[in-house]
């Protein structure tokens, strides 16, 4: 009689064990972004950047998980996390996560104040990465929200 009630039973807990989500966990995936490389933005939203004028810049520590950088005026500290690696079609991304820390307080111009927050906002909002050796671009969902190249 138990064994046919664990029979019965057997294909409900697999099921419910199989379907729990689990939490991600973070990771160093094997194409990260390393300490000391600087990584310029080229394109936000998919619309090219002017390269004569001054853009953010970005880098991280994977020792800290903070990734910092100069907005358009003011440098800027985030904490990151990387969790595993989303399979695409279009290829590999890392889920990641920006916490912001804090940024300078000089001054800016008005156009570059309001670029700059719309830069760090947007980097807070980002959902996954994909990294080549020379490329790293940022997403919120599937959506690209921006693309750096390594300096």
């Given at each position: 009689?138990?064994?046919?009630?664990?029979?019965?039973?057997?294909?409900?807990?697999?099921?419910?064990?199989?379907?729990?989500?689990?939490?991600?966990?973070?990771?160093?995936?094997?194409?990260?972004?390393?300490?000391?490389?600087?990584?310029?933005?080229?394109?936000?939203?998919?619309?090219?950047?002017?390269?004569?004028?001054?853009?953010?810049?970005?880098?991280?520590?994977?020792?800290?998980?903070?990734?910092?950088?100069?907005?358009?005026?003011?440098?800027?500290?985030?904490?990151?996390?990387?969790?595993?690696?989303?399979?695409?079609?279009?290829?590999?991304?890392?889920?990641?996560?920006?916490?912001?820390?804090?940024?300078?307080?000089?001054?800016?111009?008005?156009?570059?104040?309001?670029?700059?927050r719309r830069y760090l906002g947007m980097l807070g909002k980002?959902?996954?990465?994909?990294?080549?050796?020379?490329?790293?671009?940022?997403?919120?969902?599937?959506?690209?929200?921006?693309?750096?190249?390594?300096?």
């Amino acid at each position: 009689m138990r064994i046919k009630l664990i029979l019965l039973l057997l294909p409900l807990a697999i099921n419910i064990s199989c379907s729990r989500k689990q939490a991600p966990v973070a990771v160093d995936p094997p194409l990260a972004p390393e300490r000391g490389q600087v990584w310029q933005l080229v394109a936000l939203q998919g619309r090219t950047l002017d390269r004569n004028k001054q853009s953010p810049t970005l880098s991280f520590n994977p020792d800290t998980r903070t990734a910092s950088g100069t907005a358009y005026c003011n440098e800027y500290t985030f904490h990151y996390t990387l969790a595993h690696p989303l399979q695409l079609p279009e290829g590999d991304r890392y889920e990641v996560q920006f916490t912001f820390w804090g940024s300078g307080t000089t001054e800016c111009p008005e156009g570059n104040m309001n670029a700059e927050r719309r830069y760090l906002g947007m980097l807070g909002k980002a959902t996954s990465l994909s990294l080549t050796a020379t490329t790293l671009t940022l997403y919120q969902k599937n959506r690209e929200l921006m693309h750096f190249e390594l300096q």
